[in-house]
Nanobody
Framework: QVQLVESGGGSVQAGGSLRLSCAASGFAINNYRMAWFRQAPGTEREFVAGVEWSGRFTYYGQSVEGRFTISRDNAKNLVALQMNSLKAEDTAVYYC?????????????????WGQGTQVTVSA
């Protein structure tokens, strides 16, 4: 059974850091590009960060560039998102996603598998 399980969310003050993890099971992530998206109440799910198969190339949403870092460990079937200098506007549910195709990684429609999400709350 294909599964993505996020962890590491929580509450933090502005300026703080959190590290999210995404554990994959039922498939090997080395065949997939991996990404993080987030969704705040009343908004659409938006792209946060993505990483290519080997981990060599990464992509970031404009609002998190320079503050967030995505990484992957194919041997452990894990993906991580290090979030530094957090702001109140980073508050959202964060989702891990996997895409097997060559579509635009920043698009929700490109994602084949989703995790259940983990809540991140940043207080000002």
């Amino acid at each position: 059974q294909v599964q993505l399980v996020e962890s590491g969310g929580g509450s933090v003050q502005a300026g703080g850091s959190l590290r999210l993890s995404c554990a994959a099971s039922g498939f090997a992530i080395n065949n997939y590009r991996m990404a993080w998206f987030r969704q705040a109440p009343g908004t659409e799910r938006e792209f946060v960060a993505g990483v290519e198969w080997s981990g060599r190339f990464t992509y970031y949403g404009q609002s998190v560039e320079g503050r967030f870092t995505i990484s992957r460990d194919n041997a452990k079937n894990l993906v991580a998102l290090q979030m530094n200098s957090l702001k109140a506007e980073d508050t959202a549910v964060y989702y891990c996603g996997a895409t097997s195709g060559y579509g635009y990684i920043k698009s929700v429609s490109s994602i084949d598998y989703w995790g259940q999400g983990t809540q991140v709350t940043v207080s000002a």
